[in-house]
């Protein structure tokens, strides 16, 4: 009964412990007072004092006895209409698992703490966890959350299963790994959420060069748990070794770790250390695809490097990349963004199509890809790999913010409202727009102008947003608005042209339809603000679609067919919605 009842009650786990102690202790109580007492029509007495005559005991054991006949009838029919006649239902072990997780079983590898004496080596123990989450990520019919998510729990000290809801898993994977010059000591285990209990619990001692054969224990380990304890064949695993070379592996499991900061001196940092991993390994395929990676997203956060430049070296290094591995799927998306930025679609759908073949579940993927849809104007299509990307990345700031984007431009504003909310409380720097945006749409005007003038990133939206809010909504009053904004700028000693000229969402917002236009020929990223609610007039200007066929939409859109916002009109003429 208290099995059944806890979890509808959300009793502690302690619970069942609790009662077990209790019957425990009760059950020695229960058996002296019915050796000492008797039930007797006239109330209980001490067995000493009832006369055998009087007592009733051979009455209530008849009585007893009847009620087990009955209650193992209906216990027996229950067993044959459970058996043969009742549906299938998501009870116990194997069922169950699968139900919670959408049809897979589901594993979080939360990050290894690191037991060593030096903090500094934290980007080894987070380097393992990850190598070992992207080892099971592999298995078909296991769901494992990304990274992002599962890291976004590191150092807060919650509960296990206050983890598991929020990353909708069934077991977790947990450890912590001591480095100690040549020796590492890995500790891992296995837990099922739902029992509280370890599957599975290994403590592996060996030599760091043994780490990959180490990682590949943990991973069949964890297989071989799911297998014998829930009878669940989730396929097989192997681990290949990334690099002969330890030092170089080292270096890689550090670069990755500064590449994942955004810190922009760490990130310079990191691509010095991918090319001394790739000079003791030149065949070190996911070195490459770091620095490649590494070299795509650096512009956007270092405005002192040519995006022109870096993209060229981005695809140079992926296409290194996949000439040594050809399966890499960031690789694959690396190249599909440099074709994407010289306007070859075509070539960028196939080189999106093959990160997808190799990276289905990959988060990184479908949001590029996603962006990219968003560029073409699928917006549907869009929207579909935002999803997709949530399912295997929760957590995730960047995919919450396009998930919101995408309902926003579908015209679901109230849908879109949770997932900005949530990108910025998970501190995305650009979710207030979209937030502002969506408030706008709903007609919170005040809320609008409050989000974009208090969350913003951009010191001076704080005081001149509100006056490009209402550039928005009163397209009318726009000459006198404009003048208002260059006063304000004046008076608060801001450079007003340097500030529209920045993203592309302002110029379109000021109404310079020609510099918006000329950005997104630029700077294919501008592609994707375009389809916007507010924007209906930036999309119907001369600039917008002359912007359109000079980079090759249209032509693009001809072939492969229209998105449902835009339609050809006489000549070779075309309108958006």
């Not at 000591?185 to 592996?204: N, P």
């Not at 005081?463 to 726009?478: A, C, H, S």
Request: hydrophobic share 45%.
């Amino acid at each position: 009964i208290i099995d059944v009842v806890v979890e509808p009650l959300r009793l502690p786990d302690w619970t069942a412990t609790m009662v077990l102690v209790l019957l425990l202790i009760g059950l020695p109580l229960a058996l002296f007072f019915s050796w000492a007492y008797e039930l007797t029509p006239q109330g209980v007495k001490k067995t000493a004092e009832v006369d055998a005559d009087a007592s009733i005991t051979p009455s209530t054991g008849r009585k007893l006895d009847r009620v087990i006949i009955a209650a193992l009838v209906l216990a027996l029919g229950y067993f044959v209409w459970d058996k043969f006649g009742a549906e299938p239902t998501a009870d116990t072990g194997e069922v169950t698992a699968e139900a919670e997780s959408g049809g897979l079983l589901s594993v979080a590898v939360l990050p290894f703490v690191n037991m060593s004496s030096d903090p500094e080596q934290d980007y080894f123990s987070d380097g393992i966890t990850e190598e070992i989450l992207n080892v099971l990520v592999r298995i078909k019919g296991l769901r494992v959350p990304s990274r992002t998510s599962s890291f976004a729990f590191k150092d807060q000290n919650l509960s296990i299963r206050k983890v598991a809801d929020e990353l909708e898993v069934d077991y977790i994977l947990e450890g912590s790994v001591r480095k100690a010059g040549s020796r590492i000591r890995i500790t891992a285990q296995l837990i099922d959420v739902k029992t509280d209990t370890h599957l599975w619990s290994e403590t592996y001692d060996r030599e760091y060069a043994d780490i990959f054969a180490v990682q590949d224990e943990i991973a069949k380990a964890i297989v071989s748990a799911l297998k014998d304890t829930l009878g669940v064949d989730v396929g097989t695993v192997s681990v290949k070794a990334l690099t002969a070379n330890i030092e170089a592996y080292d270096l890689f499991l550090k670069a990755r770790e500064y590449f994942l900061t955004r810190n922009v001196l760490l990130m310079n940092e990191a691509v010095g250390l991918f090319e001394r991993a790739i000079a003791l390994d030149p065949a070190f395929a996911e070195a490459h695809e770091g620095l490649a990676a590494l070299y795509i997203v650096l512009p956007g956060y270092d405005p002192s490097l040519s995006q022109a430049e870096s993209y060229e070296k981005a695809d140079r290094v992926a296409r290194r990349a996949l000439s040594l591995d050809p399966t890499l799927a960031i690789a694959h998306s690396i190249v599909g963004q440099v074709h994407g930025k010289n306007h070859r679609w075509e070539e960028a759908d196939v080189a999106y199509d093959l990160a997808h073949r190799f990276g289905p579940d990959n988060p990184t993927v479908r949001l590029w890809r996603g962006l990219y849809y968003f560029r073409l104007g699928e917006l549907d299509r869009a929207h579909e790999e935002f999803a997709a990307g949530l399912k295997a990345d929760p957590a995730s700031g960047i995919l919450n913010a396009y998930m919101g984007w995408s309902f926003l431009f579908g015209g679901k504003a109230g849908e879109a409202l949770p997932f900005a909310e949530k990108a910025l409380g998970l501190g995305w720097p650009y979710a207030f727009l979209g937030l502002s945006y969506i408030h706008l749409e709903m007609g919170h005007i005040a809320t609008a102008k409050q989000v974009r003038q208090t969350q913003s990133t951009i010191s001076a939206d704080s005081v001149l947003g509100g006056i490009m809010t209402d550039l928005l909504i009163k397209p009318d009053e726009r000459v006198a608005l404009q003048e208002r904004l260059r006063a304000l700028a004046e008076e608060n000693g801001i450079d007003l042209d340097a500030y529209i000229n920045g993203p592309v969402w302002h110029l379109i917002e000021y109404g310079n339809y020609e510099a918006a236009a000329e950005l997104a020929f630029r700077r294919d990223t501008a592609l994707q603000f375009a389809w916007a609610p507010r924007f209906h007039e930036y999309r119907q200007s001369a600039a917008f679609k002359d912007m359109m066929r000079r980079i090759g939409i249209v032509d693009y859109w001809n072939v492969n067919g229209w998105p449902n916002q835009c339609r050809v009109l006489a000549g070779d003429d075309f309108e958006c919605d």
